[in-house]
């Protein structure tokens, strides 16, 4: 992976937009897009082994940070710039003029969102990952062999579910929910801008089904589809 990863940025690092051709066999790749609280890593997780116990000797992985110590090398970030982009955080104008006095390196805002596009892609375009959040959804849904998972859960159940995993208080909870949302619905809009929103195959309220339940379900659509 190291190396497909190094050629593909030699060729296409400098690009703004990403050019793919649908009808090629790209794939297969699972995305698991989630509302603040939701447990995508844990389903992730899961999958994954499911998968690589029924489709041997295939090996799936998922992703879902490795994504930015990628970005992070390639674009020579440092970590408090990867800080920002792993919280959502977008940097402003008096940022940018803080920076020129700093050993930071912030190379704008719309070139690390393409290259972090430009990084899933390539995981998806290898094939036999599931790819946690990051826009996953909008950046692979032009891939035909692709299967796409969204997670959803009442805000109370979704603040209680942060509150344990964060052992913090309710309220602290509710405020963090509140504002990753927030972020993450603006990181989102980035990729959704002039692409058709693909539906979902898949939607699960987390509130109601176990990620064990959820898990099965998809492995079976995999299987239904030919996926793996």
């Known amino acids: 992976m190291e190396n497909l990863l190094l050629n593909y940025f030699q060729t296409r690092m400098d690009k703004e937009r990403i050019f793919s051709n649908p009808e090629t066999e790209y794939g297969p790749v699972v995305t698991i897009t989630r ?17 690589n116990r029924e489709d041997p000797p295939t090996k799936w992985n998922w992703i879902d940070k490795e994504v930015l110590k990628i970005l ?19 940097r402003k104008l008096s940022d940018y003029v803080a920076l020129i006095f700093s050993s930071d390196c912030f190379p704008g805002d719309k070139k690390i969102k393409n290259t972090i596009a430009e990084i899933i892609l390539t995981y ?12 996953g959804h909008y950046i692979t849904g032009h891939i035909s062999r692709s299967y ?39 990181f989102l809009s980035h990729f959704a801008k002039g692409k058709e929103n693909r539906a979902f195959d898949s939607v699960f309220d987390c509130s109601e089904i176990s990620i064990d339940e959820m898990a099965e379900v998809i492995l079976l659509d995999l299987k239904r589809m030919e996926l793996i």
């Not at 408090?80 to 955080?89: K, N």
């Not at 969204?150 to 909870?173: T, V, Y």
């Open 35 to 51: 509302e603040y609280g939701c447990p995508g890593k844990t389903l992730a997780d899961e999958l994954v082994y499911r998968i």
């Open 72 to 90: 992070a090398r390639e674009l020579k970030l440092s970590p408090s710039v990867i800080d920002d982009i792993q919280q959502f955080e977008e």
């Open 124 to 135: 998806a375009q290898q094939g036999h990952y599931v790819i946690v959040g990051r826009a």
């Open 148 to 186: 796409h998972v969204a997670l959803k859960a009442p805000l109370k159940w979704r603040i209680e579910h942060m509150s344990q995993h964060k052992n913090c208080s309710f309220s602290e909870a509710q405020k963090l929910v509140a504002e990753m949302s927030e972020k993450r619905q603006r």
